[in-house]
């Protein structure tokens, strides 16, 4: 069996998202919603819509900045 080249790697896979959230990029409840990040936790989605992760990871957000509802799929 021949060993791959550079060439014939497969490329590196990019994140389509990035944040300054790193735990909100790996939590089970993000959601993507017009090239954003948004958090769709059903207790910090109040207004049933996800929300930013600026306002969610605020002090007074739903999910506060120690990432209150942070819901980790390796967890499980």
């Known amino acids: 069996m021949a060993a791959l080249s550079r060439a014939d790697a497969p490329p ?3 994140r ?3 944040t300054l959230f790193r735990a909100c ?3 089970a409840h ?3 919603q017009g090239g954003r990040l948004m ?3 059903p207790a910090v989605c109040l207004s049933g819509r996800p929300e930013v992760l600026d306002a969610a990871r605020a002090p007074c957000g739903g999910c506060g900045p120690n990432a ?4 980790m799929p390796g967890w499980r």
Not at 68 to 71: E, G, K, N, S
């Open 30 to 32: 993000s959601t993507t």
């Open 16 to 18: 389509p998202v990035i």
């Open 39 to 41: 958090c769709n936790s």
């Open 68 to 71: 209150r509802h942070l819901d």
């Open 25 to 27: 990029e790996l939590c």
């Open 12 to 14: 590196p896979t990019a």
